[in-house]
């Protein structure tokens, strides 16, 4: 079985301040994770996935996460935040075998401060 | 092309009631996703039909809901006998393949109120 856990509800960051936020997983086989972003009034968005490729995954909009298998995590980072960036982040562990399952995390609100 | 359609996008229905909900994946994708989200919440897995094999139906809280998809195309979530507590955002997704390989594109979503 597997599961997901976002360790931080909210975060609030200064605008141009670097972007944290924490995932965790579980799994008993090798997982695909992934981050989703949904900005108010519309539709979930993928930013970045990993797939057992280079653990150091790039995405969109300036986001990056990096695969820890020893430390289970899957954590969301940006150097310098933007204005654009407040919306919700939620952290995606799947497996690829015959039993598919998609966990999503509880989500992480990101708040960015002027 | 076009994306994931979903509709309603807003549904007030009173309590006891059944109420069916629609989703147009994109066009090709053999993958087809229904989720759930509460306010406040995370993504809650609902049911998961890939190409012709028998639907994941493994996330559905009770036997008053129930889906269906025709072939690889349109599909259809019922809730029957509404309760308030089936209030939430109901959101569809579609991806080429298993989701753990491929990219889920998701709908609007449809916002379910029972009163």
């Known amino acids: 079985a597997q599961s997901v856990t976002q360790l931080d509800s909210h975060v609030s960051v200064s605008e141009g301040t670097p972007v944290l936020l924490r995932c965790n997983y579980s799994?008993?086989?090798?997982?695909?994770l992934f981050w989703y972003v949904q900005h108010p009034n519309k539709g979930l968005q993928l930013l970045l996935k990993?797939?057992?490729?280079?653990?150091l995954v790039k995405g969109i909009n300036g986001f990056e996460a990096e695969f820890k298998k020893s430390e289970t995590s899957f954590h969301l980072t940006k150097p310098s935040a933007h204005m654009s960036d407040a919306a919700e982040y939620f952290c995606?562990?799947?497996?690829?075998?015959?039993?598919?399952?998609?966990?999503f995390g509880k989500g992480t609100r990101l708040h960015i401060l002027p | 092309g076009a994306g994931v359609s979903q509709s309603p996008s807003n549904k007030v229905t009173e309590k006891g009631k059944d109420v069916e909900l629609r989703c147009d994946p994109i066009?090709?994708?053999?993958?087809l996703y229904w989720y759930r989200q509460r306010l406040g919440q995370g993504l809650e897995f609902l049911i998961y039909?890939?190409?012709?094999?028998?639907?994941?139906k493994s996330g559905l809280p009770s036997d008053r809901f129930s889906a269906e998809r025709t072939g690889e195309s349109v599909s259809t979530l019922t809730i029957q006998r509404t309760q308030q507590e089936d209030s939430a955002v109901y959101l569809c997704?579609?991806?080429?393949?298993?989701?753990?390989?491929?990219?889920?594109?998701f709908g609007p979503g449809t916002r379910l109120t029972v009163t």
């Open positions: 799994s008993s086989y090798s997982p695909s």
């Open positions: 995606v562990v799947s497996v690829m075998n015959r039993d598919d399952k998609i966990i």
């Open positions: 039909f890939q190409g012709n094999s028998a639907p994941d």
């Open positions: 997704a579609s991806s080429r393949g298993l989701a753990g390989a491929y990219e889920q594109y």
């Open positions: 990993y797939t057992s490729a280079a653990t």
């Open positions: 066009s090709g994708h053999t993958a």
